[in-house]
Nanobody, 125 residues
């Protein structure tokens, strides 16, 4: 069993930066695919970024490409999402997700079986 604990959300002005963290307990991330999703009020949960822990291959949604960076720290068993140049449309609850091995499409929430508790990110307009 993997437990994911998120931290780092908050409110920041447009153009600012935040870094989200997602730490795992219970086991290491070896052979896991990690991802960040977000969900705004009244909208479906959408893919933000993913990384394969072992080889570092990353994917990003078009809406965040060039502004967000997903990375990991194996010593801390933690995955990060660095968000730069934040926009009001980035406002959402952000969730980290994990799945052992690359099963399913990386951008679908149903491809992940472990989820963090969610962290609010607010960028006022």
């Amino acid at each position: 069993q993997v437990q994911l604990v998120e931290s780092g959300g908050g409110s920041v002005q447009a153009g600012g930066s935040l870094r989200l963290s997602c730490a795992a307990s219970g086991r290491t991330f070896n052979n896991y695919r990690l991802a960040w999703f977000r969900q705004a009020p009244g909208k479906e949960r959408e893919f933000v970024a993913s990384v394969m822990w072992n080889d570092g291959i990353t994917y990003y949604s078009d809406s965040v490409k060039g502004r967000f960076t997903i990375s990991g720290d194996s010593a801390k068993n933690t995955v990060f999402l660095l968000m730069n140049s934040l926009k009001p449309e980035d406002t959402a609850v952000y969730y980290c997700a994990a799945r052992s091995y690359a099963i399913g499409d990386y951008h679908l929430p149903t491809s992940y079986n472990y989820w963090g508790q969610g962290n609010q990110v607010t960028v006022p307009s």
